[in-house]
């Protein structure tokens, strides 16, 4: 049986060798082959744009190690100064083009510390023009190179279930709100402003007296100056003191004995030109963390508050928690009773299963009869 006419047109190749002679472009011709540059104008642009974009992903990528490894390099001999083991080397360890990180132990009062950078995406043109975007419709929204400090400070003798843990931060006034949505414990403060520091930050304080203690004392006053030095505020978001946890637990209060207490400094990532600028800043948060670790840092009254608190907290939370449980299971009850139900009703024959829709459709008029009448 023959093929369709139609079909054999189609799969007959060209009896052409060369393109149509009317072209008087430029073209590369070799043998039979011919390349005419001016009709392939799409696929030009289409590779140009491959091209621009892979170049534009090296160059975001390239600053954004140069800024964040500016940094780093700036501060590093403040790690060897307080680490044993300050860093991975000598140089950050990556995550993507734009995030960054190094791990550093073997310090006392401190199990370890991470630093975080956290970039903006110069790697990825769409992303930036997104961001550009989404500025426009949330005039709170402004991405910035962030460069995080986590260090996780050590309890000695189960000190924390003892009133050692509090909440306690100072923060750019530009930061607060969307640091609020972000840290539960924040809720746990009150917020006022202190003329030790810069009008622009206000301290978060879950105790008056912590704060007393961190910027009023002969070991701490040297940080408020250092909240006060234009050169570093510009650079400062936060810095918070917290036993907590980021978001509320919802499966009951936390042991003590697996309760952690951290330090967290978030600064701007300074331009590579003003890198050092936070050196001193860096340099005090390490005494901060000596007094936060000494014992008797606070008045007794001071550490009884917390621990009140904290007490009062984990019954607030067991109570939340086993009312969930009831609920939850009080709901897997009622969906099991639903089944058998359903179960049952599919067993019955037409006639039956219209008589038993009936009577539960009376059932609930009367319970709605019924509410309207107490009302």
Known sequence: ????????????????????????????????????????????????????????????????ENRAGKWFAAHLPVYAAQFSRPSNGSLLLSDGPSDFFVYSTGRRGVHFMHTMFT???RHDIFQIIYQKLYGLTDLQYEPQDEVLLDIKLRDKDGLNGEGKGFVWAVVAKNEMQALRKKRWDLSFTKTTDNAAIASSLSVMAEVADVTDVLFKSSTGQNLATLLKTPSI???????????????????????????????????????????????????????LVDIVDQKQSFKIETYKKLKKFRLDLDADLLKESEKEKRDEAEEKKAAEKRKAAEERLARLSAAEQKKYEERERKKAAKKSQAKIMRK
């Open 1 to 64: 049986m023959s093929a369709p006419p139609s079909l054999l047109s189609f799969l007959t190749p060209s009896t052409t060798l060369f393109p149509p002679e009317e072209y008087d472009g430029f073209q590369l011709r070799w043998k039979n082959i011919v390349f005419r540059p001016a009709e392939f104008k799409y696929e030009a642009l289409a590779l140009l744009s491959i091209v621009g974009y892979f170049l534009l992903y090296l160059f975001g990528k390239r600053l954004n």
């Open 119 to 121: 970039m903006l995406p």
């Open 233 to 287: 505020v510009k650079h400062f978001k936060y810095l918070l003191i917290t036993d907590q946890p980021a978001e509320r637990p919802e499966a009951g209060p936390i042991p003590v004995s697996q309760r952690e207490r951290h330090l967290i400094l978030s600064l701007r990532v300074p331009e590579p030109s003003e890198a050092k600028d936070t050196v001193p800043l860096i340099k005090e948060v390490f005494t």
